[in-house]
């Protein structure tokens, strides 16, 4: 799917994704591709600008941490970013479902 | 493009107060799925190029990186070009006003009054203008930021640059005095702090503009 389509999505994902570990960019943007089957292949560059964006709005935290000896920014949820998770999933699933009325 | 050709293309082109955290982060990242690609097979030269180019574009990046890097760059800006403003009243009221030696002419001569009221009324712009921006940097209105930080300090720098002229034609006005030699460095000094805040914050907001194209 091209990153186009993905846009204003990107947010979500990063949050849903995030839910279930802490991770640094790389295995964001690992875990997306892996969970959609390959399906949402982003240039992976575009994480970090989402990830600062939502960093900035307190809606996750980061910090430096050591994994596998090497130094990693490290992202996790914050409680702000978790309630707006559920509100951009609320918003997801309504929309989703109009979606699949008209389309299908 | 090899990792190492890579962050320098990045480095060159992103602004110079996003580079640490975002190079360190771009390079593990990097290397991470150079990694990835290795070990499923492909050679050093090879899993490096796959991981740039799945990267994306550096310019592009450097871009996008710098531009939400600047949001918070431009929050402080804002807030200091609230404070630049402020301080302002130094080389505007309080030097002429109580360092400065006492006018020599009965009446203020015409020159001197239209700079001080030039100098005056693009004060008066650029503090508005910086509220504005403290105020749309608390919210996710990025363009109305950039656009009013700039005008912020665009006005902050006429404002000193017509301050420069004053305090050099005043000093031409005026018989040379012990005051001189504290008030106009003092004033300079001032102003040349004030248009370099105002430089700086209208590179910020330039960055901030790029991140609502």
């Known amino acids: 799917m091209t990153s186009d389509r993905l846009r204003g999505h990107v947010d979500l994902l990063l949050l849903s994704v995030l839910e279930d570990e802490q991770a640094h960019g790389y295995r964001l943007a690992e875990a997306i591709r892996t969970r959609s089957d390959g399906t949402f292949d982003l240039p992976e560059g575009t994480v970090y600008p989402s990830l600062y964006r939502l960093e ?40 989703a479902r109009a979606m699949e009325a008209v389309v299908a | 493009m090899t990792i190492d050709v890579y962050l320098a293309e990045l480095e060159r082109a992103l602004p110079r107060t996003a580079r640490l955290r975002a190079l360190r982060e771009v390079r593990e990242h ?22 740039t180019a799945e990267f994306g574009p550096a310019a592009e990046v450097a871009r996008r990186l710098g531009a939400e890097l600047a949001v918070g760059e431009t929050r402080l800006a804002s807030v200091l070009a609230v404070l630049g403003v402020a301080f302002f009243v130094f080389p505007l009221y309080v030097v002429p006003e ?11 001569p015409w020159e001197l009054v239209v700079l001080q009221r030039v100098a005056i009324a693009f004060w008066v712009f650029a503090g508005g203008f910086a509220v504005a921006s403290a105020l749309f940097a608390c919210t996710r209105w990025a363009v109305a930021t950039a656009r009013s930080l700039s005008l912020a300090a665009l006005s902050l720098a ?20 012990a005051e001189w030699g504290i008030a106009a460095p003092l004033a300079l000094a001032c102003v040349v702090a004030c248009s370099a805040a105002a430089l700086w914050a209208r590179s910020s907001a330039r960055r901030l503009a790029g991140s609502s194209r």
């Open chain 2, 158 to 177: 006429v404002s000193s640059l017509v301050s420069v002229a004053l305090v050099a034609r005043w000093f031409t006005l005026t018989p040379v005095s």
């Open chain 2, 98 to 108: 109580n360092v400065l030696p006492p006018a020599p002419w009965p009446e203020q």
């Open chain 2, 30 to 51: 990097l290397r991470d799925s150079a990694a990835h690609y290795r070990s499923a097979g492909l050679y050093e030269k090879e899993a490096e190029d796959r991981a």
């Open chain 1, 56 to 95: 900035r709005d307190g809606l996750v935290a980061s910090r430096w941490e050591r994994v596998d000896g090497r130094r990693r920014r490290v992202y996790r949820l914050t409680r702000r970013g978790t309630k707006e998770l559920a509100r951009h999933r609320a918003d997801w699933r309504d929309f």
